[in-house]
């Protein structure tokens, strides 16, 4: 006969709490619930960290490539000008300064030790040049921002630019420009501008570089008909240096720059993109007159063939902001470029990507 439980003893029963070993367990479980949830989120942000790292790393190299590029490809561009000394310099160029037209194209090679760019053979000052890398010059008119003439322009006259409303490009005092036939061209700069675009190029002056000669194609002609093109005159200077020249660690902050021709015709040096370590250039030199590199060599190797440089071959090696722990990679990665292998730094823990281009000269030297 089953017997029933009294009230008092059904309360008692029903009020009863967990034990000291449940609540242990409890506790156990729980913190291996939550260990396991900040495993997960640590190692979701570290792959998002390392994505991240990746994707800029990716991103700036694609602008650096793209910079270079875009400027390399018009070395030597004079519009239809298909003969290079038949280019005349107006400007009071010292040898081998962005003004020098002499050459489209230069280098500097840093891993030889060289001091000077070459072809031109001048000694390379206040761009800081990171030791051991590379640079590159190259000097030509910009199709972009242009001007058709709209009337005939004697030597001395100023010449005449399309008028802006029409979709020509408005050009100021001060610019360098290049006037344009098929024949000839003049690089000069900028002493004056009016309202219908006409551009006074007055020799002397006190602009920077200011102009040797104010008349232009009188030694190559009577001045310039309606079918010649006014340009912009563009000259840059890409290298590699430490973003604080003060700074003399060796794992200092590094970007890529370039030295320009600013609008104002005076030079002006800023940054490009960060985190490129260092730059190798190799120029194709086409030995055979096919239009097609018979080899690479470096700007110290080129010699006398500048002209005959067709292609460039450039490296970059770019690498992230942030370091990392040294279960990362190994201290003593090297990297190939071009050649010239590239060995990390002991104490600097960064994620590097290599990129190699190679670039096609549109215009002859």
Known sequence: MRRALLPSAMHVARNAGFTLIELMVSMVIGLFIAGGLIAIVVTSTSAYNVQLDHARVNENARF?????????????????????????????AGAGTLYDIADAIEGFEGNAGETAWQPSGTAVSGLNILAGTDAITVRFANPTESARLDNESSPDSPIPGGDPANGHYEFSAGQVAVVSDCDKADVFQITGTDDDNNLAHAGGGSGTPGNSSGSLGGGLGDGYDTFATVMTYNAVRYFVRRK????????APVALY?????????????????GVEN???????????????????????????????????????????????????????????????????????????KYTTTIALRNGQ
């Open 64 to 92: 650096a490539v793209e910079f270079l590029s875009r400027d390399v490809r018009m070395a030597g561009y004079y519009g239809c000008l298909d003969n290079p000394a038949n280019v005349i310099n107006n400007l009071n």
């Open 244 to 251: 604080d020249t003060s700074d003399t660690d060796a794992n």
């Open 258 to 274: 370039r030295e320009y021709i600013s609008g104002s015709g005076a030079t002006t040096v800023e940054e490009v993109i960060e």
């Open 279 to 353: 730059m190798q250039v190799l120029y194709g030199v086409d030995t055979d007159a096919d239009g097609v590199a018979n080899s690479y060599q470096t700007a110290a190797n080129v010699g006398g063939q500048w002209r005959n440089v067709v292609s460039v071959q450039v490296a970059l090696l770019v690498r992230s902001n942030d370091e990392y722990g040294l279960d990362f990679e190994s201290s003593a990665a090297t990297h190939d470029l071009l050649g010239q292998t590239i060995t990390d730094a002991d104490d600097l823990r960064v994620r590097r990507r």
